[in-house]
């Protein structure tokens, strides 16, 4: 496309991934939002990471991903959507360990049945490489996630929210189904000591699903 803007102090390689990525989510999203409010989205995404992200080269990625995430979102708050699956959001502090890897037991366990998002109040630089290689071991991948925040857009549309620690940090909205999980912090731990975490968290994702009537497959 000619006619979208991206930034000129983004990085060139960068522009060319974020047009791109643009133009797919215009099509995506065809009718809901105009290419105006994506680029905006793809901005604000795009800033959140930069700066604070180990690997720059996925940058644009994340910016893909995250922007997706918060369209998504507020199709379903606008009334776009014709999508009515449960959505649920995980939120931490840094959305370094328990959160990931309840999104990645989400993910596995319900498959495309329900939607699962996560978030931190405070986002690290990566996902805890303890958090991978405990859920690599029971076969889950979360690798190629990365800590993000949260948006308004994105807890407002969530159905459950399902917070981890973050305290007061945490955002609270009226009438919105609400579960505090109490779990340790995997941060500076070792995979021994993160494995009794995880598989807290497998038995609380499951009651969870069941509680929706989501069922596990």
Not at 39 to 50: G, N
Not at 121 to 126: D, I, K, V, Y
Not at 163 to 181: H, I, N, Q, S, V
Request: net charge negative.
């Amino acid at each position: 496309m000619t006619d979208n803007y991206i930034r000129d102090d983004i990085p060139l390689e960068h522009r060319v991934v974020l047009r791109s990525s643009a133009a797919f989510l215009q099509n995506e999203f065809h009718g809901d939002f105009g290419l105006e409010t994506i680029e905006r989205f793809m901005h604000s995404s795009y800033d959140e990471f930069a700066g604070r992200v180990t690997v720059t080269k996925y940058l644009p990625t994340f910016a893909e991903r995250f922007t997706r995430e918060r369209l998504t979102a507020l199709s379903r708050l606008e009334g776009f959507s014709n999508d009515h699956r449960p959505i649920v959001l995980f939120l931490c502090t840094h959305n370094a360990g328990r959160s990931q890897m309840a999104l990645g037991y989400f993910k596995a366990l319900a498959g495309s049945r329900a939607i699962a998002w996560s978030g931190g109040s405070e986002p690290g630089r990566e996902v805890n490489p303890a958090a991978i290689a405990a859920m690599r071991e029971i076969g889950i991948d979360i690798s190629d996630e990365f800590p993000k925040p949260w948006t308004d857009e994105v807890v407002r549309a969530a159905d459950v929210v399902v917070t981890m620690g973050c305290g007061d940090a945490c955002p609270l909205f009226p009438g919105k189904r609400y579960e505090d999980w109490e779990l340790t912090d995997p941060a500076g731990l070792g995979v021994e000591d993160v494995r009794p975490i995880r598989d807290e968290i497998k038995g609380r994702v499951e009651e969870l699903l069941a509680s929706l009537n989501v069922l596990v497959g």
